[in-house]
């Protein structure tokens, strides 16, 4: 089917309607009751021309024939049902049978008393995925109205509430399931009310707590029958629940004495607190389980474990249990001393594990992951007595479990094992001493066999492990070394019990002559005390004989570099100085002395040199010096100095510190440099770079804004402004076709009328905009309360016709532009007054922000403190998601028909705000009212320029 191939004005409306439109088109409508199209009433083609293309199902009834109309969504939905698509304005039964019976009583209220109707949820079986399918409907039916306000027709769109509906009968099946699993577990379901303080339960609750007659009882009376010995704990416990800095989950055990048979009854509740937006406890709800079957098992299991305990701490052990749901530990007194070296410590488990040695709390984890898989715990570990003292522990423990095989508790012991593992310390200690040990040492029999060479003297021998066996000391010398060993050293060394002095070894391999310092000691028969092994240590000389021929030739290079470097320095101007860290003492070069500003002579020690470096700078030199000393690494510092004669120097300074053996700091050896000209040179430099920089950023901030705006310019000018125009002209074309009808005339002429006037309010709305891009007007202090007078003097008669109701605080004065600050609340206040349907109430409130609040709610840094002013209302709202859109220029989010305006207003408040350096933004709800916030700063002065974050 094609549409025609032109388009009269009385058909525009059908434009948009797809291939409905061309339907409706292709129909002589001449035969038709309705008459031709060009006859068809004004808001019938109005009504068509929005229903057509609109993405819901909606259906037009018209008259009380009821001819049905439908647009293309409709037919998406519904089509499957029936085949008489290809028609349409006939009766409603014939085109649309299978809502007609849902609708037509809807139609027909609507048609006789005017007023919309809802039918809600509604089953209806429709073709979908290739079968017959349930799905619900609500069907909304609203009449259509003309120019006398007489109701012509009726429009009916269809809502699809499917996942409504199954979610509600969801909801419902899932609430029953919820009441059986109660039910089942034997809990009781208890809600505090926290406004009221008042405790309401189930009848399983009450009879848990001895109230069987009642199912609300005041908090108080609660805990007056908890036993007193628990009463403390469980009014903390809620506390601390319903404190929004913790928001702790509520699980407790607690005994409760009955009110009728003062029965005493365990019982274990769990619950947790709910917040509201302003973070405070508004609901507090949970369960109660009676366990005293569970807390008697468990005391006998106690009595149990605490004669097992007797037996254990008589061997010398300290036990523990743990109860897992809780983390609560029971431990013994010989445990505590163990752990901490006090039996009377009052311990935690957390507490415990604050002992073990950092190092070692690897060990612990490690056999706890363990333990998760095989139920056993094994691990030795280090603890820190309150002493000081440092004791080895072994814990040994195992899971115990419930019924459903789930570990509730850990039982264990605990041994103090530090002389056990001290002396196998010492064991290991002396051999990887003695096998770790960088010098040569070995053990030989009295007639020179080898017993054992440690892994340094194989290395340096040329020998293997299993060569030891088959060696004798005499296979490690030369034939003359070895003859003066035999007959001089050993007889020498069995006599005094010792020999040192140096002997020549001989590398088996390659038969290198090796100088050795070896020292020799003899070892007694500790029964006979005759000797019987001569152990003997050594140290490799030949790198020290390498390392004293290389120092002298280096003393000599030294000595070279010495006069190249005094030269170097007299050239550079750099002064040299030599700090003794003892004393202060400090020797220093003439131009070490002239780069401070003082003569050769000049006494300048190490006090001179901090007096002389601005205090301010003192801490950065000092603290160079410190890390230099610590790093053993080169210090580097750049300074200030104040010369005698007052001018301010700036010194680079660097140096090096020896140590002594101990690594004590003995001196720092250096050099300094006056770099005063560089310094300056670069602060100049620096300060031209900022200046270029910050123009630059400027420049490029306000281009960004001034394309920002022209953007919306372009959009106004191909939208808004183009849409009273068009209007205009459509309008205009009718006045000659309909200069004899009178009434349709003026009509037409009213309709052109009102769309210049509103193209004349959008080019003042643009105009006004357009003036706020520049601030040409100076800023002055502004009483905000006589702006708020003047505001409400210009809608004293509006605030009377609306009765309307104004609160205004206080406000103070700050720095601005007194009539854009006027513009500012008068948009506010008049959109307060305009979008609203009942009474206004508008309320007016300022605070005081400092300049850290101000930088935290901003988001960028400020140094003026802000006012935060709050305007807010009663009025109709609208949609939180659209509470950015609303500022900007000639956006509406209501119907221009019911409420005046161009939709420049908000834009104009912002504008007005951003040239205040200040910021506002709206909260609301649809029919719930608005607030809008507006945050401007005290003085205009100390704001930072945040043009780039606008």
């Given at each position: 089917m094609k549409p025609p191939a032109s388009t009269t004005s009385t058909e525009a409306f059908l434009t948009h309607g797809g291939e409905i439109g061309q339907l409706i088109r292709s129909i002589d409508w001449s035969k038709h009751a309705l008459g031709a199209i060009h006859q068809w009433p004004q808001n019938l083609r109005t009504t068509l021309g929005i229903t057509l293309p609109a993405q819901l199902p909606l259906l037009v009834f018209w008259s009380s024939d009821f001819f049905c109309f439908y647009n293309h969504a409709y037919k998406r939905r519904f089509g499957a049902h029936n085949g008489n698509w290809a028609t349409i304005g006939r009766s409603s039964d014939t085109i649309c049978p299978e809502v007609w019976a849902f609708v037509k009583p809807l139609v027909v209220q609507v048609l006789t008393n005017n007023e919309s109707k809802l039918s809600e949820d509604q089953r209806l079986s429709i073709e979908r995925n290739g079968h017959s399918e349930a799905s619900y409907w609500t069907f909304s039916a609203s009449p259509i109205i003309d120019e006398a306000g007489q109701t012509n027709g009726v429009l009916v769109a269809c809502t699809e509430t499917t996942e409504k509906v199954r979610a509600d009968h969801l909801l419902a099946t899932n609430q029953e399931q919820f009441q059986f699993a109660l039910q089942a577990s034997e809990l009781g379901i208890w809600l505090l009310d926290i406004a009221r303080n008042l405790v309401h339960w189930d009848s399983r609750c009450q009879t848990y707590f001895g109230f069987a007659k009642d199912d609300t009882i005041a908090y108080n009376d609660v805990l007056a029958h908890i036993h007193p010995d628990d009463r403390l704990r469980v009014n903390n416990a809620v506390q601390e629940a319903l404190n929004p800095d913790y928001r702790t989950r509520y699980d407790i055990e607690f005994r409760t004495i009955s009110v009728e048979d003062q029965q005493i009854r365990w019982l274990r509740c769990q619950g947790k607190a709910y917040f509201n937006d302003q973070d405070v406890a508004d609901r507090f709800a949970g369960t109660a389980q009676d366990i005293t079957a569970q807390m008697a098992a468990r005391e006998n299991l106690q009595n149990i474990e605490n004669q097992a305990r007797l037996a254990v701490e008589s061997a010398g052990a300290g036990t523990f249990l743990v109860d897992l749901k809780t983390d609560h530990v029971v431990y013994s007194r010989i445990l505590a001393k163990i752990f901490t070296g006090n039996e009377t410590k009052n311990l935690t488990r957390e507490s415990l594990k604050t002992y073990i040695?950092?190092?070692?709390?690897?060990?612990?984890?490690?056999?706890?992951?363990?333990?998760?898989?095989?139920?056993?715990?094994?691990?030795?570990?280090?603890?820190?007595?309150?002493?000081?003292?440092?004791?080895?522990?072994?814990?040994?423990?195992?899971?115990?479990?419930?019924?459903?095989?789930?570990?509730?508790?850990?039982?264990?012991?605990?041994?103090?094992?530090?002389?056990?593992?001290?002396?196998?310390?010492?064991?290991?200690?002396?051999?990887?001493?003695?096998?770790?040990?960088?010098?040569?040492?070995?053990?030989?029999?009295?007639d020179g066999s080898l017993r054992y060479i440690n892994p340094y003297g194989l290395d340096l021998l040329g020998l293997k492990r299993e060569d030891v066996a088959t060696k004798n000391l005499s296979d490690l010398f030369y034939a003359d070394d070895w003859y003066a060993i035999q007959h001089e050293y050993l007889p020498l060394a069995i006599l005094e019990k010792q020999w040192q002095g140096t002997q020549y070894y001989r590398h088996v391999k390659t038969g290198e002559r090796i100088p050795v310092a070896v020292k020799r000691f003899v070892i007694d028969d500790p029964t006979s005390g005759e000797p019987f092994a001569i152990v003997a240590t050594g140290r490799d000389l030949r790198s020290e004989l390498a390392a004293q021929k290389e120092l002298e030739a280096r003393e000599a290079d030294l000595q070279k570099a010495n006069q190249n470097l005094e030269m170097a320095l007299?050239?550079?101007?750099?002064?040299?100085?030599?700090?003794?860290?003892?004393?202060?003492?400090?020797?220093?070069?003439?131009q070490c002395k002239a780069n401070f500003g003082l003569p050769a002579d000049a006494i300048f020690n190490f006090p001179d040199l901090i007096n002389a470096i601005l205090p301010e700078d003192r801490s950065i030199m000092q603290q160079a010096v410190e890390e230099a000393v610590a790093n053993r690494s080169v210090y580097n510092a750049e300074y200030r100095t104040t010369w005698p004669d007052g001018s301010i120097h700036w010194i680079r300074a660097s140096g090096k510190a020896t140590y002594d053996d101990s690594g004590l700091s003995l001196h720092m050896a250096g050099i300094t440099m006056d770099?005063?000209?560089?310094?300056?040179?670069?602060q100049e430099l620096e300060r031209q770079v900022q200046e270029r920089t910050q123009e630059l950023s400027n420049a490029n901030q306000e281009l960004i804004r001034t394309n920002h705006e022209l953007e919306q310019f372009a959009y106004i000018a191909s939208h808004d402004l183009q849409e009273p125009l068009r209007k205009i002209q459509s309008f205009a074309s009718l006045l000659p076709e309909n200069r004899y009808d009178d009434d349709q005339f003026d009509l037409y002429l009213n309709k052109v009328i009102l769309s210049a006037q509103r193209m004349s309010a959008l080019i003042k709305g643009v105009l006004n905009y357009s003036r706020l891009s520049k601030i040409e007007e100076a800023f002055s202090m502004v009483d905000l309360n006589q702006v708020i007078s003047h505001v409400l003097s210009d809608f004293e008669l509006l605030i009377d016709e609306k009765k309307a109701i104004i609160r205004c605080h206080d406000l103070p004065a700050i720095e601005g532009i007194p009539l854009q600050l006027n513009q500012l609340f008068f948009n506010l206040i008049g959109n307060a007054l305009k979008f609203s349907d009942n009474t206004p109430a508008i309320t007016i409130h300022c605070t005081l922000l400092t300049a850290t609040e101000s930088s935290v709610i901003l988001n960028y840094p400020t140094q003026s403190d802000h006012v935060h002013i709050s305007v807010k209302d009663n009025g109709i709202g609208f949609d939180p998601q659209y509470a950015d859109r609303v500022f900007t220029i000639f956006q509406r989010l209501t119907n221009g028909k019911s409420y005046g305006g161009t939709g420049i207003g908000l834009a104009l408040c912002r504008k007005i705000v951003t040239n205040h350096q200040g910021m506002i933004k709206a909260e609301s709800e649809l029919q719930k009212g608005s607030t809008f916030h507006v945050y401007l700063p005290v003085s205009q002065s100390r704001t930072y320029n945040k043009t780039s974050l606008l």
């Open positions: 040695l950092p190092e070692d709390k690897s060990k612990r984890s490690k056999a706890y992951q363990e333990a998760d898989k095989t139920g056993k715990l094994f691990y030795e570990a280090r603890v820190i007595w309150d002493n000081g003292s440092i004791h080895w522990v072994r814990v040994m423990g195992t899971y115990l479990y419930d019924s459903q095989n789930k570990p509730v508790r850990f039982a264990g012991i605990a041994q103090d094992i530090s002389a056990e593992v001290e002396a196998d310390l010492e064991q290991k200690q002396l051999a990887s001493l003695v096998e770790g040990s960088p010098e040569y040492m070995s053990i030989a029999s009295l007299h050239a550079g101007k750099l002064g040299s100085y030599d700090l003794e860290f003892s004393t202060g003492l400090m020797q220093c070069t003439a770099i005063t000209a560089q310094r300056m040179a670069q």
